[in-house]
Nanobody
Framework: QVQLVESGGGLVQPGGSLRLSCTTSGLTFSRYIMTWYRQAPGKERELVAAITSAIRSTNYADSVKGRFTISRDNTKNTVYLEMNSLKPEDTAVYYC????????WGQGTQVTVSS
């Protein structure tokens, strides 16, 4: 049974930082492209950042470039999203996705940026 469990969300003031984690089980983590998505109320789900496995190639949404960093630890079956200089418009539910032949999603973690 494949599981993706996100953690690290919460309430933070503008300009603050958070680190999200997504720990997986039941899959061969090193084979999967790992992606963070987010969905704000009333908006479509959007890609935030993605990372491949072997060469750690990364891709970011323009809105987070220079502020967010995605990384992975294949020994811990975990992907991370370091979020700095957070803005109110970063408020959303953040989801972890694992994609290889199949496509798996976590349950999401809420990030709220507000003073």
């Amino acid at each position: 049974q494949v599981q993706l469990v996100e953690s690290g969300g919460g309430l933070v003031q503008p300009g603050g930082s958070l680190r999200l984690s997504c720990t997986t089980s039941g899959l061969t983590f090193s084979r999967y492209i790992m992606t963070w998505y987010r969905q704000a109320p009333g908006k479509e789900r959007e890609l935030v950042a993605a990372i491949t496995s072997a060469i750690r190639s990364t891709n970011y949404a323009d809105s987070v470039k220079g502020r967010f960093t995605i990384s992975r630890d294949n020994t811990k079956n975990t992907v991370y999203l370091e979020m700095n200089s957070l803005k109110p418009e970063d408020t959303a539910v953040y989801y972890c996705n694992a994609k290889f032949i199949n496509d798996y999603w976590g349950q999401g973690t809420q990030v709220t940026v507000s003073s």
